[in-house]
């Protein structure tokens, strides 16, 4: 088992659950659910029987019924010693398609261009004979890039050198590079669920044994949770996206922050904060981003400009400590030979403009954000549309865990989405869909009218025990 739920957080996650008789068919029904949506990630240690019964308030032959009939639902095992511990659900995933003419490609939450890169890219290709004189092969960074970055971080009030900085082909190759240096085979990676599945990826390659944190669109981050599978499993990193994160848009309080960042200190665990949305601020307004830890050397910083500036321009960094940085520097040249230089000399004139491009970025995505609040409201009403300050997408809940034959549905009437469990770690997140809002409204818009035409079909086709499982809310 990877984590351990208390009694206590497992009753006021299950709400009101008894919904219908038998009893023990909707308490069972209630964490299946909790499941289902990795608001009990897998692996997790169920309450005893006792304890349950007990913060229940009911018999405790109900709670052994509903277990009983979990594990013959295959969605818990119990073994003498470890208690009931759930499963992982299996990961069902849509693939991913090309896009074509004529189809809404949604897969991807990545904005256009900022207007002005392509005049700032033509400048920076007038001086092409400056570049071509340079050896090409980089494995650290350009100086100037590097001590743009610093700069910016030193703004935030974190001091920081240049020679703290590398230059990475993008937030996604840190990410590699990152993992490839600083996790064993078997080693326990703690990261939210859902999450950014490229990194899932990632340090799954790497040789890592995933420890899900649930975080949801409304609640945000399952702090007790943290500190009990930080304590228990004693993770060698864990990686987070604390600013509107991807899927759900939820950014971390500052308490969840200090929390988060002592759980971490007492189990020695490295904390590798993802900043790549961070800058995608719409009405929040400026916040302190955290995790300033005494000990420099425990927190790892990644970002990038693929979301405030362009997906095209593969540019991203690390900052870190010395010793990490001279590791990395020694592994990279197995992965890459580092950062083109053109692309250097881009990022090295933009870093400074980064408070200008941020504010139009914010701007246009308010405009799709809202587009696409409005839309699903009027046309979709019985989804639950969750209210996110910035980022990119919208993390919404749907009335059924129908989220992969919605996207396979949508896909044949010209629209393409991920569908929810791409972002799950092992199953589960079928009662949601990651809607991105970077399109234009128009755009946006004609994606909810396909979504609203298709979806009684959907609920039509889907099997009666599904309906019925979630006809009633738990």
């Known amino acids: 088992m990877e984590s351990r739920m208390s009694a206590r957080s497992l009753t006021l996650a299950l709400g009101?659950?008894?919904?219908?008789?038998?009893?023990?068919?909707?308490?069972?029904?209630?964490?299946r659910l909790l499941c289902l949506d990795n608001r009990i990630a897998p692996r997790t240690a169920l309450p005893a029987e006792r304890e349950l019964a007990t913060a229940l308030r009911i018999s405790r032959s109900t709670v052994s019924m509903a277990y009983q009939s979990l594990r013959d639902s295959g969605h818990i095992s119990s073994l003498r010693g470890s208690g009931s511990v759930t499963l992982p659900l299996g990961r069902r995933e849509v693939a991913r398609v090309l896009g074509t003419d004529g189809t809404i490609d949604l897969q991807q939450a990545s904005p256009p261009a900022w207007p002005g890169l392509a005049g700032h890219m033509a400048e920076v290709a007038a001086d092409a004979?400056?570049?071509?004189?340079?050896?090409g092969y980089d494995v650290l960074g350009r100086a100037e890039l590097r001590e743009a970055i610093a700069e910016l971080f030193r703004a935030r009030g974190l001091p920081t050198e240049s020679r703290q900085i590398m230059i990475t082909a993008g937030a996604q190759s840190a990410i590699h590079l990152l993992a490839s240096v600083l996790i064993g085979r078997g080693d326990r990676v703690a990261i939210e669920t859902p999450t950014y599945p490229h990194a899932a990826d990632a340090l799954r390659r790497a040789g890592g044994r995933l420890v899900g944190i649930p975080v949801a669109a409304e609640s945000g981050w399952d702090l007790e949770r943290v500190a009990e599978s930080f304590a228990r499993t004693r993770p060698s990193l864990a990686y987070l996206m604390p600013d509107f994160q991807n899927p759900t848009g939820?950014?971390?309080?500052?308490?969840?922050?200090?929390?988060?960042?002592?759980?971490?200190?007492?189990?020695?665990?490295?904390?590798?904060?993802?900043?790549?949305?961070?800058?995608?601020?719409?009405?929040?307004?400026?916040?302190?981003?955290?995790?300033?830890a005494t000990d420099q050397s425990l927190v790892v910083r990644v970002g990038s400009l693929g979301k405030t500036v362009w997906g095209g321009l593969r540019v991203g960094w690390i900052r870190t400590d010395h010793d990490?940085?001279?590791?990395?520097?020694q592994e990279r040249p197995a992965y890459d030979l580092g950062t083109p230089e053109f692309e250097q000399a881009v990022a090295t004139g933009l870093i400074p403009r980064l408070p200008e491009i941020a504010r139009h970025r914010g701007e246009f995505l308010r405009e799709g954000r809202d587009a696409l609040v409005s839309a699903l409201a009027e046309r979709l009403p019985e989804w639950r549309v969750p209210s996110v300050d910035g980022g990119v997408a919208l993390w919404v809940e749907l009335n059924a865990p129908l989220s992969s034959a919605l996207v396979l549905q949508a896909r044949?009437?010209?629209?393409?989405?991920a569908a929810g469990p791409r972002f799950a770690l092992e199953g589960g997140n079928e009662r949601h869909l990651r809607i991105p809002f970077t399109a234009p409204p128009g755009e946006l818009r004609r994606a909810v009218e396909i979504l609203a035409d298709v979806w009684p079909g959907v609920l039509q086709d889907a099997p009666h025990g599904v309906r019925d499982l979630w006809s009633s809310p738990v």
């Open 16 to 31: 009101g659950w008894r919904t219908r008789e038998p009893a023990y068919e909707a308490l069972a029904d209630g964490i």
């Open 129 to 135: 004979a400056t570049l071509a004189s340079r050896s």
């Open 412 to 417: 044949a009437a010209g629209l393409l989405l």
């Open 324 to 329: 990490l940085i001279d590791r990395l520097v």
């Open 250 to 292: 939820r950014s971390m309080s500052a308490y969840e922050r200090e929390t988060i960042m002592t759980a971490a200190q007492r189990s020695g665990t490295l904390l590798v904060i993802d900043e790549t949305t961070a800058d995608l601020d719409i009405d929040r307004g400026s916040q302190d981003r955290g995790f300033q």
